[in-house]
């Protein structure tokens, strides 16, 4: 049997020995056991820990016209925040008459002033905005654990004895949640992935449930206007934060520009002296200038003073594509997706926004 030919006893992805991160990874010294089984089946069955791996637009919406046809629950992970860049678009018309329940993680991020029914009320709107009507709405840390347990218990309760079908972006924290809930319903132990998903080449791992019914893990689908994306792997760390947000609050004269490392900038065109409040992560650096010297100073520092993006990444690198918003509400958020937002306490200003092309940036009632 031929590498092309081999198959994972698993799940039924194809082998391959090339890249890690894609689906049937196999290290070639693997190859010779008996029976051939991809690294994330070994690391479920050995280790109970599903790693995440990330599938095409096309495989994945192959996986949701199965999953339409199927009587199941859909629980989708969505990152609170990253909500727009962490969403699957089109969800609803694939997953048939099946209920979605929506949760949103890394809630540990968040300040602790922040309330959590305004976030779930929010999640709810926005996931109507977007063509979905959840049966519910449930907040967690995966990472932490906080809120895991119930959610458990609300799954348990919604499937109604049926399958459940996990989904979600890369980054999203998916793996962890599911690594979490194996814990919740099996203990440590027994955890194997069996047979492929009928009707499919690709793999979804299916892991049994004590009632014999199955709990379905698909692996994450790429999100391309995440943040993410534009970052090297080195500076993940700088955009995707372990704790909590700390507010820091510039107050700026029009005509200032703020540049969030090299990924984004915040213009304050006009509206009179005032104070912004920054929810970006802390470990990247905020640099303060006037608006009239920002495209030269991009052009002269970005990825050195003005980092991530490194200076090799350059090349590569969306430019950065103006957004144009005249703030009229009180208590407004500008959201630059993937990065954080800045909060806006009074009407009358003036903004442009600045981020790689492709990510979205839009403004929103203010979450704090």
């Not at 069955?45 to 990330?54: A, F, G, L, R, T």
């Not at 806006?344 to 940036?361: E, F, L, Q, S, T």
């Amino acid at each position: 049997m031929s590498e092309q030919e081999m198959y994972c006893v698993g799940c039924g992805v194809d082998i391959q020995t090339e890249d890690p991160k894609k689906l049937g990874y196999t290290p070639p010294s693997a190859l010779e056991k008996e029976q051939i089984i991809c690294q994330r089946c070994f690391r479920l069955k050995h280790y109970n820990e599903i790693q995440d791996v990330s599938l095409t637009d096309d495989d994945f919406l192959k996986i949701l016209h199965g999953i339409g046809e199927t009587d199941g629950l859909i629980v989708k992970i969505v990152d609170i925040f990253d909500f727009n860049g962490s969403w699957i678009s089109g969800l609803q018309r694939f997953v048939g008459n099946n209920d979605v329940l929506l949760i949103g993680n890394k809630v540990d991020l968040l300040p602790k002033s922040v309330k959590q029914n305004k976030v779930i009320n929010w999640m709810k709107k926005e996931a109507k905005e977007n063509g979905l009507k959840p049966i519910d709405v449930c907040l967690i840390s995966a990472v932490k654990g906080q809120g895991v347990e119930d959610v458990a218990q609300i799954i348990d309760r919604y499937r109604n004895g049926k399958d459940v079908y996990v989904v979600g972006c890369t980054n999203v924290g998916k793996s962890t949640f599911i690594n979490n809930i194996l814990k919740q319903f099996s203990g440590e132990d027994n955890v194997i992935t069996t047979s492929q998903y009928p009707g499919t080449t690709l793999d979804l791992i299916e892991i049994p449930l004590d009632d014999g019914s199955t709990l379905y893990d698909t692996p994450g689908i790429i999100n391309h206007h995440q943040m993410a994306h534009y970052v090297d792997k080195r500076d993940l760390k700088l955009i995707m934060p372990k704790k909590e947000i700390k507010p820091k609050v510039f107050q700026l004269n029009e005509e200032q520009t703020l540049f969030f490392g090299g990924l984004s900038r915040f213009d304050y065109v006009n509206g009179g002296r005032r104070s912004f409040t920054c929810y970006i992560p802390s470990e990247l650096h905020i640099h303060r200038t006037k608006l009239e010297k920002a495209d030269k100073l991009y052009e002269d520092h970005a990825g050195e003073m003005l980092t991530p993006p490194r200076r090799e990444q350059l090349d590569e690198f969306p430019e950065l594509v103006a957004h144009s918003f005249t703030i009229k509400e009180p208590k407004m958020d500008v959201v630059f997706s993937g990065l954080g937002w800045v909060t806006i306490n009074d009407p009358g200003a003036k903004i442009v926004a600045h981020a790689p092309k492709g990510v979205g940036v839009f403004v929103r009632p203010s979450l704090i």
